[in-house]
């Protein structure tokens, strides 16, 4: 009630505000990223932390990015073959397929799912630990809650895209492989030479920077908004959903911007 | 002797919006005593201990730490700040997702290089003191409102903190729980000479602690004083807080005729 009329007052100077507020986690924490991992006492990341959040995060999205990207791969190629045939090209239908996901579809699905898994959760959590005052509770301690909740989330999304990533791509391939053997007379072994014939090294790390800046943007946004949580399970609620919807937003929009430089650089 | 307060707060004003909380708060604590803060619901006494643990920013005047002002703290000091001042919330504010060992374990762990045998041990001490060894294992959602909050107290002492503030330390636990935290207050007091602030509505427990008290009326302190001013004092105000009154200047007499016309109001609405 009390943000929706302050929202109306001076809606330029909420704006900025926020933005500020979040450049200012995104710098911390990306600040406490280096110390936590090789400072002591005080400072240090917990591991078993790190490894619980990986867990939590990585493994329920890991068959939904499989299942997904399967299918993906497999629409491509159907959608491709019929259009390549007419110049007597279906073979490059594999080329097509592999350039797309890796370049495009593998971290871009990998996110939209991390995010509807990872970041909601990360939200949801956070958001009820600020309703439960253990945000300060941890202040009265004098740990960060930056370092502490933060940090591990961010290193698990970054760890975690990647890794979805490449399962994905993979399984992209392979539901290609499967729509090349069934309907396109090109066994997998042909499928995986046109694959890999157009290529390049570039196209793979691409994609994997990508996937790694997709993994920063899902977690710290999740935090962010987790931590401005207000007012009970009600804004627990408000912000997982603006949650979901506002890192989707900016992964659409990094990934038209990073596309844009990579055209540029042609890489 | 004339005495260093160890916290001194000068013409203290806080507000939340429109509404002003307090203006022109006025106390010192003085170390290895305990003072008792009361004051009726939503007078901001949870918000002071927020403010005196560097949570919350204040409007006007000073809040010192011996001497230094807390708004001027880097971050380095208010972390040595915290870490001396143990700090039991009103829920307990209890990990929700670890054990009470973990939650007891945590800021041991973050803080110090103790052997973990060492820390399990005095996890066991802790819990022992306010009575809920057997819960070790359990999760706070498993844990009574009462048990929360003795687990929230267990966990302040763990850092064998010099000051000790305690959100309503006795609401909400049974007569024999409650007697025996305010033993545990003093006890803590005797044997470790630990400062404390105790914000509570128990007047029994609070008559049992204090050494001196503090009644928060009216956007200021409205007495300061010994148990003793407190009980023989004639002020109407502390008279209906002390005694539990019905009638008398805390009664919100005067809303009456603002009550009325907003219910008038509000059906022609
Ligand atoms: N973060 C906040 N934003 C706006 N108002 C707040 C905030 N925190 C507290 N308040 C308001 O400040 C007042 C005092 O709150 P506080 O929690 O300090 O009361 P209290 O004296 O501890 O009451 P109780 O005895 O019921 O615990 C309340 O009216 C509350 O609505
Ligand atoms: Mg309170």
Redesign the pocket.
């Known amino acids: 009630m009390k943000a929706g009329r302050n929202l109306r007052k001076a809606p330029m100077r909420q704006t900025i505000e926020l933005i500020g507020e979040f450049g200012i986690l995104l710098r911390d924490s990306v600040a406490a990223i280096g110390p936590s991992l090789f400072r002591g006492r005080g400072s240090r990341l917990s591991w078993r932390n790190l490894w619980l959040q990986m867990n939590r995060i990585g493994i329920d999205s890991l068959p939904i990015v499989i299942l997904v990207m399967a299918s993906i791969g497999a629409i491509l190629a159907m959608q491709m073959a019929p259009e390549l045939a007419k110049f007597g090209m279906v073979p490059v239908t594999a080329e097509v397929v592999a350039l797309a996901t890796f370049r495009e579809m593998g971290p871009l699905v990998s996110a939209v799912v991390l995010t509807g898994f990872g970041g909601s959760a990360i939200a949801a959590e956070i958001g009820t630990m600020v309703v439960g005052e253990e945000i300060e509770a941890l202040e009265a301690h004098a740990i960060d809650p930056v370092r502490f909740l933060v940090v591990p989330r961010l290193l698990a999304c970054i760890v975690m895209m990647v890794c979805l990533t490449v399962v994905g791509d993979l399984a992209a391939i392979a539901g290609g492989m499967l729509i090349g053997g069934m309907f396109l007379h090109l066994n997998p072994v042909q499928f995986y030479e046109h694959a890999v014939k157009l290529l390049t090294v570039g196209d793979f790390v691409t994609g994997l920077i990508k996937a790694a800046v997709f993994g920063l943007e899902i977690s710290i946004i999740a935090c962010f908004l987790g931590l401005k949580v207000r007012g009970g399970a009600q804004g627990v609620g408000i912000n997982t959903s603006r949650t979901v919807v506002m890192t989707i937003v900016a992964l659409i929009i990094t990934d038209l911007f990073f596309t844009t430089i990579f055209f540029y650089l042609g890489v | 002797m004339p005495r260093e307060p160890m916290i001194e707060l000068k013409g203290l004003r806080k507000s939340f919006g429109d509404q002003v909380l307090y203006d022109g708060l006025d106390l010192q604590v003085f170390p290895g005593e305990t003072l008792v803060i009361m004051g009726g619901s939503g007078s901001g006494?949870?918000t002071l201990l927020r403010i005196l643990m560097g949570h919350l920013p204040y409007d006007e005047g000073s809040v010192l730490i011996h001497s230094h002002e807390l708004q001027d703290f880097s971050r380095r000091e208010l972390n040595a700040w915290r870490l001396i001042v143990g700090v039991l919330f009103?829920t307990g504010a209890l990990f929700n997702s670890m054990s009470l060992r973990e939650n007891l374990a945590l800021p041991v762990r973050e803080h110090t290089d103790l052997p973990e045998e060492l820390i399990q041990i005095m996890i066991k001490i802790y819990l022992q003191l306010v009575g809920l060894r057997e819960s070790i294992d359990r999760m706070p959602s498993e844990l009574s409102g009462g048990m929360k909050k003795r687990g929230g107290l267990a966990r302040a002492l763990m850092m064998q903190p010099r000051m000790l503030f305690y959100?309503?330390p006795t609401a909400g636990l049974d007569p024999v729980s409650s007697a025996q935290i305010a033993q545990l207050i003093l006890d803590l007091k005797k044997k470790m000479d630990v400062t404390s602030i105790v914000?509570t509505h128990d007047m029994k427990a609070a008559f049992e602690v204090a050494d001196r008290m503090a009644l928060l009326a009216g956007k200021r302190f409205h007495l300061i004083g010994t148990p003793e001013e407190f009980r023989t004092s004639k002020d109407p105000l502390v008279r209906q807080f002390v005694d539990g009154l019905l009638e008398g200047p805390l009664s919100p007499q005067s809303d009456q005729q603002a009550y009325e016309a907003d219910l008038l109001h509000r059906d022609t609405d």
Do not use: H, L, N, R
Request: zero cysteines.
């Open positions: 006494k949870s009103q959100d309503e914000i």
